[in-house]
Every structure is written in C-alpha cells, then in structure tokens.
C-alpha cells in the first residue's frame, strides 16, 4: 500500500513557466515532508521541506504548500529553468521517525524550450 | 568534503553469487540508510542504522545484511544474489532524522 503518491509519472513545461508537481499521503502520523531532485546517474539531492505546522514553505524559485486536511502537498517552481529537467521525489517521515523516509515513486519533469 | 561515497558504481552477478555494496561517510552522521530504486519506482528502504552497532529492518530487508561497526561505514551484502535484486542501490547519511545525503548509487544487474 503506497503511502506517498505521486499521480503524474512525468510533467512537460514551457520554459519560463511555473511547474506545480502534486503528491498526495494517506498516513496521518506523517509530520514532515520533502521533495528531492534527481538527475540521471546520480542520487537525490534535498530541494526544500516543510513542517506540518506550517502550510508554506519557500525557498527563491521553490514553493512547497502543504493541505493537512487534505493530505495534499505541492511544489511550485516559478519560473521553470532548464536546468529543472529531473526526476522529484516527494518524502514523508514521522514525528521522531528514525527509520527512514517513505518516498513516491517520483514525477519526471521536462522542461520545453 | 566527499560527502557519501558508495562503490563500486556498476555491478554484474551472476545468480547465486555474493557482494559487498560499500558506503562510507566523512561527516559523523549517526544515521544511515540503504535504499533501492526499482523502474518507474520510488525509493524504497532495505536497512537502516542510527549509530555504530545499531542496525534494523526496513521495508524490502530479505535478501540483504548490513553491519555497522563504526559511524563511517554502512556496508551492504547480498547472498545468493537472484534476477529480483537487480536494482539500482543508494545509499544515504543524515544527522538527523530528514536531511539525507545520498551517495550516487550502484547499480547492480543479476543475471
């Protein structure tokens, strides 16, 4: 049973414009939440997180919006680059949650000239 | 400042061979991580460790065994390796419980 859902395998983007990636969790103990980045051939990078006592996060181009009520969170990037052209990942782990991040299976974004 | 170092990066087996995936990192991060990516996968956890002599299960453990014997080192070993553990393997480091270091992975073929 998939805890973190992420819908959409792959997303196109003009350049310049914003890419919203959406994922979507069932498990209410998570408390906090991160998107990684990964390019091919190498590991995931940290991107930007949030808490859930918060319901936004943002960091220069990125955004992350969390909806507790409904088990919803986002990442916004404006304006999208090409160098943005990877695979995100949305993580999720428990309050004191030593073992491990639970992972979607991730959104391929492209970024369009 | 390596960060995490995992070798080797590519890996064939043949089945029912054996292998050490090797992970060491330089910051003193007390926790550690093994994880695998399937195609079209997210990552999911094989084992865990959050300090020297402390280890645990994670999602996906069979097949698989780990030691820690000092805060650098995570090493991974598979036994009697099998088509179904054709992966790509990632290891990763934290100081506390969210902000991972991955390494670059190895990617591993069993044939």
């Known amino acids: 049973d998939q805890q973190v859902k992420q819908n959409s395998p792959s997303l196109s983007v003009q350049e310049g414009r914003i890419s919203i990636l959406n994922c979507d969790y069932t498990n209410s103990m998570f408390d906090y939440f991160l998107w990684y980045k990964k390019y091919p051939a190498e590991g995931p990078t940290f991107l930007i997180s949030i808490s859930s006592i918060k319901d936004k996060n943002e960091d220069g181009r990125f955004t992350v919006f969390l909806n507790k009520s409904a088990k919803h969170l986002s990442l916004h990037i404006v304006p999208s680059q090409p160098g943005d052209s990877a695979v995100y990942f949305c993580a999720a782990n428990t309050r004191g949650g030593a073992d491990g991040l639970t992972f979607g299976k991730g959104t391929h974004l492209i970024i369009q000239p | ?111």
């Open chain 2, 1 to 111: 400042n390596a960060g995490v170092t995992q070798t080797p990066k590519f890996r064939i087996l043949k089945i029912g061979q054996s292998m050490t995936l090797q992970c060491t990192q330089d910051m003193n991060h007390n926790y550690m991580y093994w994880y695998r990516q399937d195609p079209g996968m997210g990552l999911k956890l094989i084992y865990y460790s959050v300090g020297a002599g402390i280890t645990d299960k994670g999602e996906v453990p069979n097949g698989y065994n780990v030691s820690r014997s000092t805060t650098e080192d995570f090493p991974l070993r598979l036994e009697l390796a099998a088509p179904s553990q054709t992966s790509v393997y990632f290891c990763a480091s934290s100081y506390n419980y969210y902000g991972y270091t991955f390494g670059s992975g190895t990617r591993l073929t069993v044939v």
